[in-house]
């Protein structure tokens, strides 16, 4: 049986001391987890190691943790990869998540971040008047679509790891706004509407995830938070004509329409642009726009000031070479009558749904 | 020093079905539970539940099925209860906003489970336990007004009044070490199972038996415990199920020679057999040298339509993938029967009424008897809810005339000193871990699919020496903040507890029925065995033993052939 070190980031909060490291030998079978390597040095060595776990099996979604950097659940990762991912000789390094105050050693408060976000999407079921006498008919597909958010074990990875989050801790989130395409999804539930508008409206809800894929990659279900995300945006607005507050829906039509017509970002075009709802007509000519736009002015100052935006530039643009493959891209996609609506969880092949994720994207209110 | 009408222990199927009606039946409920609700092991639970709920199918059928699963040691008047229910309360569930499979109709769609006479098994993917208790919490959290959740609570004892009346428990608030006396006027255990007295065992690490043990303590009768379910398909190791769906989906059983060897044990139901009698095929193969090297047998679900299993058993192909590294949708996975459920638990009525007033029991814990020798897959999540509701409304009923009780306050004091007593220990004794390992292997040794006298009591020496050794533990957590350490401890000695009321229970039992096969008895014996066994906690803590009768209303002891 090989032999693997541990590095654990320990944090005893009674102590008064700052955090610090403990480092463990473990003799373990490649294929066991990281989870009982850590059980088992607490097993064996000190019973003082603080991690919440129970299933050992991705399904209770007690033991999110980041090792060597990157999130995880401690039960699902290979101790032999692990080792091989932190290199020759290296320990393998497994510390508390990202955005949650930690509370002891790997334990981290998920009651004062996660589970108050979940709570903010209103969780429960809202139907319109009283149940049938049998069961609620609904499409197979529409409990299918949302049976991928309905697969989420509350891990609080995504979380854990959400760059936007980071940089402003009120965003609601990836895992919460997942659980909330439960029910806009949900043909039972009779406040599509209103939720959706409440979560657009928010400034720090639909519009504030900045398509970084870090939910998506570290998801241990597939659940792939951002693709829910992009599904509440399509409806909201596709579907209700629901404006958010800080115009993330013309930000992204704009952003799409200039990468079609360049290819490359037009920086200068973006802001007008995206108050116009992507045209560029409108966003100058609009009393609306243009007051937004004025008022947004000193973001224009900036991106002149730190060269984001050279006047010249800011006159003329040039296009990708290469523009045409960009232009066939959004030929096809055009062409294609219906927009990719569900969710693929279980009806495709286990190796697509890293494609799924990417038509998703690609698909996004082109 | 919280007070409740109703307090439950525990937050899986059982507890949050429990809290629920509680609330709809007009209490101020609280609901404890030692992880945070979605953690509880309820959320393993893939395959599904069971409902006569097509028009074609009925909820006799369904009972019979059961009945005959039991082998004629469940309760007949309690499993019609479960079955008549059965219906409505997955239509409530629906209705609650579970993400049932439909069919094409956009009905709920069904799936086949083994002992089952028809496809009566509703399901989520294989989420199904995750799905209802992710969707049960969800309406606590709606109802948090009726609701007070105490999450990341560990109770460690029941206290009474000075009747002998239940009258709260004594729980530790695991973020800050506090402990705290809660004052109800019922408590409803739904503390779950305690697979982690087995190892390799299907069931999480908190499944450590707390209620049953605290139950016995505080003199509540356990029936049946020998009663110890080994499922056919769990990793060899680690014990990771595979989920009976995969059988019920079509999936086969080979032995190294390529025989697909449930023709000769159960020509007609094959791998849809009753659990202890595919589990008994495959032991036997094993023992008999057909099996592989590792000591398992193989389950072919390449037979499944790939776009089936991407559907219907995603979660497996996850865990094959992740535990076992095997492609299911492409090669035959190693499995072994594994334990993976106790029959057995806290004795109650069909209202969940143990025999201490006031306490009622729900779930794994509880023994009411719905599964007698052998329980039926997608049955428990089934008798969680149906006996999870019914003691919850029932407790607020009987709350409702009632005043606050006056617990009295020893146990406070006396718990206190014992966890401190175990933090401040010093290392003299063993290590925990050391005791549970010994005690994890000599009951999957001694305590699985095949028993006999001798082994039993060389268990039964084993767990009583090392009841003794458990008292000495030290730890090495010294804090207050998550000292997992010292909980470990209490686990410890709840386990030990099961363990020797399991073992006791095995060794009296003298004949074949279910889960429980003597090789020294192979027969069913009728004559002298359709009846419970009764354990209560002796003065000197041993467990004393008695006998009650078996319920039956329509259905006669029959051979059981699959
Ligand atoms: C892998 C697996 C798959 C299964 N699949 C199926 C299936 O497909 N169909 C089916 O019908 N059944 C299935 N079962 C069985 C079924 O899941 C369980 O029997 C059932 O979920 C038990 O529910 P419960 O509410 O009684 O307990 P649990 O869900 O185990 O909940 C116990 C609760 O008690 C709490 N608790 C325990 N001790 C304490 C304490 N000291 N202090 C405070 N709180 C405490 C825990 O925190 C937890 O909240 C499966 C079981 C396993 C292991
Ligand atoms: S894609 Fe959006 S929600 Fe997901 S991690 Fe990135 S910013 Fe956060
Ligand atoms: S979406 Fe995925 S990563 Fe996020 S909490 Fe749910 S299961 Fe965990
Ligand atoms: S222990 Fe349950 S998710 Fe890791």
């Known amino acids: ?366 | 020093m919280p007070q409740h009408d109703v307090l439950v222990i525990g937050a899986g199927l059982a507890g949050q079905r429990a809290a629920l009606a509680a609330a709809e039946g007009g209490a101020s409920v609280g609901i404890i539970s030692k992880v945070h609700p979605v953690r509880s092991h309820s959320n393993a639970a893939q395959g599904g539940i069971n409902a006569a709920l097509n028009p074609e199918d009925s909820w006799e059928s369904h009972a019979f099925d059961t009945v005959k699963g039991s082998d004629y040691l469940g309760d007949q008047d309690a499993i019609e209860i479960m079955c008549r229910e059965a219906p409505d309360e997955i239509l409530h569930l629906e209705h609650l906003g579970v993400t049932f499979h439909r069919n094409e109709q956009g009905k709920l769609g069904t799936r086949a489970f083994g002992g089952a006479s028809a496809a009566r098994t509703y399901y989520v993917a294989d989420i199904t336990g995750q799905a209802i208790l992710h969707v049960l919490y969800e309406q606590l959290m709606k109802y948090s007004d009726q609701v007070d959740r105490y999450e990341e609570w560990f109770t460690t004892a029941l206290v009474k009044d000075e009747s002998g009346r239940i009258a709260g428990a004594v729980t530790r608030n695991i973020r800050d070490g506090s402990m705290e006396l809660f004052t109800a006027k019922t408590v409803i255990l739904a503390t779950g199972g305690n697979g982690q007295i087995f190892n390799p065992s299907t069931n999480a690490l908190i499944c450590t038996g707390d209620g049953i043990a605290q139950a016995y303590r505080a003199g509540a009768t356990l029936m049946d415990m020998e009663m110890i379910q080994y499922h056919p398909t769990t990793l060899a190791g680690i014990g990771l199920l595979i989920t009976e769906g995969a059988r019920g989906e079509g999936a086969h059983l080979y032995n190294a020679q390529g025989e697909r060897f449930m023709e000769r044990y159960a020509p007609n139901k094959m791998e849809l057999a009753s659990r202890d009698v595919v589990s008994r095929a495959e032991q036997t193969e094993i023992n008999e040298g057909r099996g592989f090297p590792d000591g398992t047998v193989a389950l072919d679900i390449t037979v499944v339509p790939k776009q089936r299993i991407h559907e219907a058993l995603r979660e497996i192909v996850m865990v094959g993938r992740d535990f076992a590294g095997v492609d299911i949708t492409r090669e035959p996975i190693h499995i072994k029967p594994g334990n993976h459920y106790v029959m057995g638990g806290i004795k109650t009525n069909v209202d969940g009424e143990t025999d201490v007033p006031g306490l009622y029991a729900a779930g794994e814990c509880a023994c009411v008897s719905v599964h007698g020798g052998n329980r039926l897959g997608a049955n428990s999540l089934l008798d969680t809810l149906i006996f999870g509701r019914r003691s919850g409304a029932h407790a607020a009923r009987v709350a409702k005339g009632m005043s606050m009780p006056t617990p009295t306050r020893e146990e406070l004091g006396r718990e206190r000193e014992l966890l401190d007593g175990i933090v401040k220990r010093d290392r003299t004794g063993r290590r925990v871990s050391e005791i549970k390992a010994e005690m994890g292997a000599v009951m999957d040794k001694h305590c699985a699919v095949f028993r006999d006298e001798e082994g039993l009591k060389v268990a039964l020496e084993t767990v009583k020496r090392l009841r003794e050794e458990a008292k000495t533990v030290a730890i090495d957590d010294k804090g207050t903040v998550f000292n997992q350490d010292v909980l470990g401890a209490l686990e410890l000695q709840y386990m030990l507890d099961n363990a020797e009321c399991i073992v006791t229970g095995a060794i009296e039992r003298k004949e074949s029925r279910g889960a429980q096969f003597r090789t020294d008895f192979p027969e069913r014996n009728d004559e002298e065995w359709i009846k419970h066994i009764n354990l209560s906690a002796g003065d000197d803590g041993t467990p004393e033993i008695s006998y009650s009768e078996v319920t039956m209303t329509q259905w006669e002891p029959q051979e059981r052939k699959y």
């Open chain 1, 1 to 366: 049986m090989p032999e693997y070190k541990l590095k654990l980031r320990r944090y005893d909060p009674e102590s008064g001391q700052p955090a610090y490291w403990s480092e463990y030998d473990v003799d373990l079978d490649a294929e066991r987890s990281v989870l009982q390597g850590i059980l088992t040095a607490r097993d064996d060595q000190d019973g003082s190691i603080g991690i919440r776990c129970s299933c050992r099996a991705a399904i209770c979604g007690s033991c999110a943790v980041r090792i060597n950097g990157k999130t995880a659940l401690a039960c699902n990762t290979a101790i032999g990869e692990a080792a091989e991912k932190a290199g020759d000789g290296n320990p393998i390094v497994v510390e508390p998540m990202n955005n949650m105050p930690v509370i002891k050693d790997l334990i981290v408060d998920m009651d004062a971040v996660h589970w108050k976000k979940v709570q903010r999407v209103v969780p429960w079921l809202l139907p319109d008047g009283d149940p049938p006498e049998r069961e609620y008919v609904v499409p197979a597909e529409s409990m299918i679509d949302i049976t991928q958010s309905m697969a989420c074990i509350q891990c609080g990875a995504c979380v854990g790891a959400c760059l936007s989050m980071e940089a402003n801790p009120d965003f609601i989130g990836p895992a919460a706004l997942a659980k909330a395409y439960r029910f806009v999804g949900d043909p039972r539930d009779g406040q599509e509407r209103e939720r959706l508008k409440d979560l657009a409206e928010d400034p720090d809800g639909l519009y504030t995830c900045t398509h970084c894929f870090a939910c998506v990659e570290v998801c241990p279900k597939d659940v792939a938070p951002m693709n829910q995300i992009m599904r509440l945006r399509r409806r909201a607005t596709g579907d209700f004509g629901i404006k958010d507050r800080n115009n993330g829906y013309g930000h992204e039509k704009a952003f799409v329409n200039l990468i079609e017509k360049y290819g490359t970002l037009h920086e200068a075009q973006l802001l007008p642009r995206s108050f116009g709802d992507g045209s560029l007509l409108k966003g100058q000519t609009e009393p609306g726009a243009v007051k937004e736009l004025i008022e947004n002015l000193p973001t224009a100052i900036r991106g002149l000031k730190s060269g984001k935006v050279s006047p010249v530039k800011a006159l003329w643009h040039h296009k990708l070479p290469g523009q045409e493959n960009v232009k066939r891209i959004f030929d096809e996609v055009h062409a294609k009558e219906d927009r990719l609506e569900l969710n693929l969880y279980i009806v495709g092949e286990g190796n697509d749904e890293e494609i799924g994720a990417m038509a998703e994207i690609a698909k996004e209110d082109v």
